[in-house]
């Protein structure tokens, strides 16, 4: 998949039903998708594929962990990609008012409308549906690439 920029940053909320979205250097969203995997070595199949298919693949920003992180892990380092793996508390601490996470439904609710915001911005493909691992995938590359510092803040028309 050839992609005209300088740099990469994946994002993936992680899980056999996994989101992920991918994120130029320049913090805007190039796409977004939610898929699901029928057990770990057909997700590790995919893992291997999916990586390589990333011309300039820099980060891959993952938030979950256990075995399935180790397989993303694994991967990046055989190509040296920088892995960085993260809990739901650190993106949505940052990115969510401490009203809008008191419980994970009213998370993934927000987080959701923030994606909305993020697809716009970016002038990314608009969803039929949005899922919400694709939703908090979005929520965790804007983390990533903001503390990439390929975005110095949050632009103006998603903030909080």
């Known amino acids: 998949m050839h992609m ?7 994002a993936v909320d992680l899980g056999l039903k996994m989101g992920m979205a991918l994120f130029d250097g ?13 057990n770990n070595s057909a997700l590790r199949r995919s893992v291997h594929r999916i990586l390589r298919e990333i011309e300039n693949l820099e980060i891959v920003c993952i938030e979950g962990g256990g075995n399935l992180g180790v397989i993303w892990e694994r991967e990046a380092s055989k190509l040296n990609i920088a892995f960085q793996r993260i809990g739901a508390e650190t993106w949505r601490n940052d990115l969510l008012f401490p009203r809008d996470r008191r419980s994970g439904k009213q ?3 927000k987080a959701d409308e923030i994606a909305r915001k993020v697809i716009g911005w970016s002038d990314a493909p608009r969803p039929t549906s949005l899922r919400h691992d694709a939703s908090e995938a979005i ?8 503390d990439a510092g390929w975005l110095k ?3 103006g028309e998603f903030e909080k």
Do not use: N, Q
């Not at 005209?4 to 994946?10: A, Q, T």
């Not at 929520?139 to 903001?146: E, P, S």
């Open 4 to 10: 005209s920029s300088d740099r990469f940053l994946l």
């Open 26 to 38: 320049a913090g805007r969203l190039r796409w977004y998708r939610s898929h699901h995997f029928a």
């Open 139 to 146: 929520l965790i590359g804007l983390w990533g690439v903001l």
């Open 153 to 155: 803040a949050v632009p």
């Open 107 to 109: 998370a993934k609710r």
